[in-house]
């Protein structure tokens, strides 16, 4: 399929703001890419000003939630190329999500494909500083206006685009996280592994209660026994046990994060021993008492590398690595950042160049 281009004048292009003054998921680039579904084909993929769907109100993904996304990002060199982190892996990943929630797949390639042609019209948008980046939001919607509750015959797949800075306020600080015995975010057999919308509806709740408490983001523990830890919602989460890194499984309710896998891949690059392993949570707790758990840390595509400096569980506070960033924390984000960025080497050769 041949992507059509309907650029924005130059005169109305808008300005990006300074890197300084970015934060995340605020402003948006000056284009986006669409294409549309029906009769069982994709068609007239396209780039066009970024700008307002159009969508009958009784469209599928306004009731039922028939819709999924994607989080990448692009970064500049200093030399001036720009690279994406493994993005077959969120293409992928997007088909798989597609395939639960009964919507049709994108090609992987042409889903490339459409993410760089949408990159290179605005590039200018892709920050210069280390640590600011452009953001890529793939998604898609189920569009064909329809109320009876099946999969519907009509999408829409959009890709937008914003400069972002960190993703929690507190930068690379380290965050305090609020575990969650009360509500649960997935259920093992439901959508926790989809990167579809009503997981993130439904962490809203408990997550506006961690906030009013003082905590960044809700450690959510697994559904049906509520004791072992599963992932933050917008990042995996990771333990440094007696010098061995411990992250939960994947057991269907988490996401596989892109992330994630980077930091196993390099831990046991760098001879440290990882365990996938069920972790509960009284076991966090014991550790952190006895001294044993040195460090928490999240990863995710937005979070990349983000410490934990706090645990706050059944009315009680327990600090981590006297709340500061740990050295595991610190050398999973340099090495991360430093692939992204191009700044160290990549002998996993993760970084895909996008073409100028
Ligand atoms: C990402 O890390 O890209 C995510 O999608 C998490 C989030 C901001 C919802």
Known sequence: MEISLQPVAPEQRKTPPPDDQLVFGKIFSDHMFRMDYGEGRWHNPRVVPYGTLEMDPAAMVLHYGQGIFEGLKAY?????RIHLFR?????ERFN????????PEVDVQFHLEAIETLIRLDAAWIPHSVGASLYIR????????????RPALEYIHYVITGPVGAYYPEGFNPIKIYVSDQYVRAVRGGVGEAKTMANYAASLYAAEQAKKKGYTQVL???????RYVEEVGTMNIFFRIDDELVTPPLSGSILPGVTRESV???ARHWGITVKERPIT?????????SGDLKEIFGSGTAAVISP?????????????QDGKVGEWSRRFHDEIVGIQYGERDDPFGWVHQVKP
């Open 76 to 80: 500049r060199c200093a030399d001036g």
């Open 87 to 91: 993005p077959l892996k969120n293409m």
């Open 96 to 103: 798989r999500s597609a395939r639960r929630m009964c919507m």
């Open 138 to 149: 793939p998604t898609m919607i189920a569009s064909e206006p329809h109320l009876g509750v």
């Open 220 to 226: 959510w523990l697994d559904a049906v026994e509520r």
């Open 264 to 266: 196993i891949d390099l």
């Open 281 to 289: 949570i009284d076991e966090v707790i014991d550790r952190i008492a």
């Open 308 to 320: 934990v400096g706090e645990v706050f569980y059944k009315e009680r506070s327990y600090v981590v």
